[in-house]
């Protein structure tokens, strides 16, 4: 395991040359502004006409459409969605000098074999590891989001320290950038939304949930328990792993976490677990997402919907709107 702090970083490796980010939703506005508030010069490319464009504007940032952007860039970060990536490259690639360097936030697009670069790129990934609110956040506040760095082509031989200049450049240097691979970043993170943090952990709120309720328990008791109270143990995970949660529940939790815990989550969820891992690593989700998308994504807005419409949504949004201090912890 390698971990690069910001003593290992060349701060000058990306003085005087132009980023260009490509998007301003949670990551690109983060990064934008991290990077020019580092002292970096930064260019936004947006589609005309758009309300990021506007916004971007009014930040102080200089915005151009994506192919002007790129036109004399020496690093273009793609901050778009994942399936908005391949189009607009493809659109912009000749526009792209001789070369730079295409910087990703997530592999997806890479690992799949959605966008094949130019053999003259430097293709290099920082993945924050949160959301690009937290990456602004931490940055206002002297800290940073720890950030995952792999280089999946190095034309130039300066692939690397690119990369880490502009980890340096959001902040993620202060908190640590931890190498790994694109197929590493990708196949680990879709696993991760899928199996626990996104997939893994609704389902087990809804669960827990259904099953209070269908016996007879009020649904807000069953919220609070279910839902609201998740995010005090979550936060107690974050601070100090399973030991801190440990320390700051009562006994009564830890024997019922300590001998229940293994009946839920048990051999079957297991193998199922392992089932979605390797659906990622075949590229089965893949191929599977990326036909949704070209298909104008019935059956994401199909699911979708049937999430939004369940039972706990009104409760929990009732219960919420008692509680106005949770959107300003925000």
């Known amino acids: 395991m390698k971990i690069y702090a910001e ?34 010069t930064v260019v936004v490319g947006l589609r005309p006409g758009g309300k990021t464009w506007a916004k971007a504007e009014a930040d102080g940032l200089e915005v151009r459409e994506p192919a002007a952007a790129v036109a004399d860039a020496d690093l273009v970060a793609f901050l778009l969605p ?13 526009s792209i000098p001789d070369g730079a360097t295409l910087l990703f936030a997530h592999g997806f ?22 959301p690009g609110d937290l990456v602004r956040r931490q940055y206002e506040q002297g800290k940073g989001v720890p950030c995952l760095v792999a280089v999946a082509q190095d034309a130039s031989g300066n692939a ?31 696993f991760g939304e899928q199996a626990v943090l996104c997939g ?44 801190k949660m440990h320390e700051f529940i009562s006994e009564t ?17 297991r193998d199922r677990m392992k089932e979605v891992l390797k659906d990622i690593q075949d590229g089965v989700f893949s ?18 919907g049937v999430d939004l ?11 919420r709107a008692r509680m106005p201090w949770l959107n300003e912890e925000n």
Request: charged share 25%.
């Open 253 to 269: 939790a830890q024997w019922g976490d300590l001998i229940s815990g293994p009946r839920v989550i048990d051999q079957h969820v």
């Open 160 to 190: 690397l320290a690119t990369a880490l200049a502009y980890a340096q450049g959001i902040g993620g240097a202060r908190a640590g950038v931890l190498e790994t691979t694109f197929a590493e970043e990708t196949e680990t993170d879709l």
């Open 309 to 319: 419409e369940h039972p706990i949504e009104p409760v929990g949004a009732e219960l």
């Open 109 to 130: 697009n890479i690992h799949f074999g959605q966008i094949e670069p130019r053999r003259d790129l430097g293709v290099v990934l920082i993945a924050p590891k949160g």
């Open 200 to 243: 893994g952990a609704t389902e087990l709120v809804l669960a827990g949930y259904e099953t209070l309720v269908d016996a007879g328990y009020q649904p807000e008791v069953a919220y609070f328990e279910c839902m609201h109270e998740l995010k005090l143990i979550v936060d107690l995970l974050h601070e100090g792993g399973l030991a």
């Open 7 to 40: 003593s290992d970083v060349d701060a000058t490796r990306l003085a005087g040359k132009r980023i260009a980010v490509i998007g301003y939703g949670s990551q690109g506005r983060a990064h934008a502004l991290n990077l020019r508030d580092s002292g970096l």
């Open 82 to 94: 994942d399936t908005a990536q391949a189009r607009l490259y493809g659109k912009i690639e000749d």
């Open 287 to 304: 191929r599977r997402w990326i036909e949704e998308n070209e298909a104008g994504q019935p059956e994401f807005k199909r699911l979708l």
